[in-house]
T-cell receptor
Framework: DAGVIQSPRHEVTEMGQEVTLRCKPI?????LFWYRQTMMRGLELLIY????????DSGMPEDRFSAKMPNASFSTLKIQPSEPRDSAVYFC?????????????????FGEGSRLTVL | GDSVTQMEGPVTLSEEAFLTINCTYT??????LFWYVQYPGEGLQLLLK?????DKGSNKGFEATYRKETTSFHLEKGSVQVSDSAVYFC????????????FGKGTTLSVSS
């Protein structure tokens, strides 16, 4: 079975450019999460969706970041304009949740991540 | 708010040594607790979990017991292998709807032969 698929795996761009990261969750999962991982701050939750609806975006650093989930099988995280401090590994994860929460089994399935370098 | 605190690494051990990685949490109510592992170049994957006090999660020789009295969920393994070298994350999900997993900062384990 296919896991969570993220693209691109690696992205190198220059400051000021727009960056779009993509995620395809596991088929049948109804919750999707975007995390950012850096050495300094560890793993931070940026935003998560339940049934394609954003539930909590309080972790989105600023207005330069936006995320969408137009359907159950696709999500994007966009940074515009990008800055060097955005350099990180961005992970997408999905799970099957019950009700309006993210509890379910608690097991998140992670993609392999998108490593972003902003010069 | 809810949070997870892990011992800082890196932890460096020889093969067959005993491993403990400490994890404590702060949460209202009764969270579920998890350990995730991240191998180099990969995403995180669930290692074990416990959903209520005194539960013991176990997998691949790793164990952790949910201790409500000490708000802890320490990860242990009796004899580590080189293949256990990875980053280990303690996490919790609060016992309320509309919330996501909260992760600790991770502990890097390096095992040498």
């Amino acid at each position: 079975d296919a896991g969570v698929i993220q693209s691109p795996r690696h992205e190198v761009t220059e400051m000021g450019q727009e960056v779009t990261l993509r995620c395809k969750p596991i088929s049948g999962h109804n919750s999707l999460f975007w995390y950012r991982q850096t050495m300094m701050r560890g793993l931070e939750l940026l935003i998560y969706f339940n049934n394609n609806v954003p539930i909590d975006d309080s972790g989105m650093p600023e207005d330069r970041f936006s995320a969408k989930m137009p359907n159950a099988s696709f999500s994007t995280l966009k940074i515009q304009p990008s800055e060097p401090r955005d350099s990180a590994v961005y992970f997408c994860a999905s799970t099957l949740s019950s009700g309006t929460g993210s509890r379910g089994t608690g097991e998140l399935f992670f993609g392999e991540g998108s490593r972003l370098t902003v010069l | 708010g809810d949070s997870v605190t892990q011992m800082e690494g890196p932890v460096t051990l020889s093969e067959e040594a005993f491993l403990t990685i400490n994890c404590t949490y702060t949460a209202t109510g009764y969270p579920s607790l998890f350990w995730y592992v991240q191998y180099p170049g990969e995403g995180l994957q669930l290692l074990l979990k416990a959903t209520k006090a005194d539960d013991k999660g176990s997998n691949k020789g790793f164990e952790a017991t949910y201790r409500k009295e000490t708000t802890s969920f320490h990860l242990e393994k009796g004899s580590v292998q080189v293949s256990d070298s990875a980053v280990y994350f303690c996490a919790l999900t609060p016992n309320q709807a509309g919330t996501a997993l909260i992760f600790g900062k991770g502990t890097t384990l390096s095992v040498s032969s």
